[in-house]
T-cell receptor, first 114, second 118 residues
Framework: QQQVKQSPQSLIVQKGGIPIINCAYE??????FPWYQQFPGKGPALLIA?????SEKKEGRFTISFNKSAKQFSLHIMDSQPGDSATYFC?????????????FGTGTSLTVIP | DTGVSQDPRHKITKRGQNVTFRCDPI?????LYWYRQTLGQGPEFLTY????????KSRLLSDRFSAERPKGSFSTLEIQRTEQGDSAMYLC????????????????FGEGSWLTVV
């Protein structure tokens, strides 16, 4: 069972456009929602993260919007650049008795056309 | 801070052979995770250590898989009698555990170890 559902699977935008990637979850025990960026052949790198007590977080050109009641969150990339072309994963984490368990979405492949 | 280091980066092996991957976490991190990632999928949790104790294992981790973290520093993941279905990228990640909620315990991934079983 996929704990975090991510869409779309792939996305193509023109340079300067604002791609939006959406994720949804069901488990209200999740208390932390990071996004990772992955380039081909590399491991995922932390991009930006949010806690459910805030509705929006911005870091540079990247913004997370969080809707706690709808159990949805999304990543917006402002003024997208060809160098942003990568696969993006959303994740959700919850504390457990033995640590923190992270669950990942299936990823969105973003292509930014020059 | 040198980040999470994994070795080897790529391994091609024949079906039935054993392989071992090594992970060196970020030095002050006491938690270490192993994930598996196949093409077009997100990372899937395999197992997790806090210091030297293996605290959780996924059902994905069959009897052919074993992980160790003998001194609470580096970890190894061994796959015995490899099968073609084991072909994937094996990701190691590490984090701190000083916070009661998840936000302070962000996991940081290594570059991954690609396994191809032929």
């Amino acid at each position: 069972q996929q704990q975090v559902k991510q869409s779309p699977q792939s996305l193509i935008v023109q340079k300067g456009g604002i791609p939006i990637i959406n994720c949804a979850y069901e488990n209200t025990a999740f208390d932390y929602f990071p996004w990772y960026q992955q380039f081909p052949g590399k491991g995922p790198a932390l991009l930006i993260a949010i806690r459910p007590d805030v509705s929006e977080k911005k870091e540079g050109r990247f913004t997370i919007s969080f809707n706690k009641s709808a159990k949805q969150f999304s990543l917006h990339i402002m003024d997208s650049q060809p160098g942003d072309s990568a696969t993006y994963f959303c994740a959700a984490s919850r504390p457990t008795n033995t640590g923190n368990q992270f669950y990942f979405g299936t990823g969105t492949s973003l292509t930014v056309i020059p | 801070d040198t980040g999470v280091s994994q070795d080897p980066r790529h391994k091609i092996t024949k079906r039935g052979q054993n392989v071992t991957f090594r992970c060196d976490p970020i030095s002050e991190h006491n938690r270490l995770y192993w994930y598996r990632q196949t093409l077009g999928q997100g990372p899937e949790f395999l197992t997790y250590f806090q210091n030297e104790a293996q605290l959780e294992k996924s059902r994905l981790l069959s009897d052919r898989f074993s992980a160790e973290r003998p001194k609470g520093s580096f970890s190894t993941l061994e796959i015995q009698r490899t099968e073609q279905g084991d072909s994937a990228m094996y990701l190691c990640a590490s984090s701190l555990s000083y916070y009661r909620d998840s936000s302070g315990n962000t996991i940081y991934f290594g570059e991954g170890s690609w396994l191809t079983v032929v």
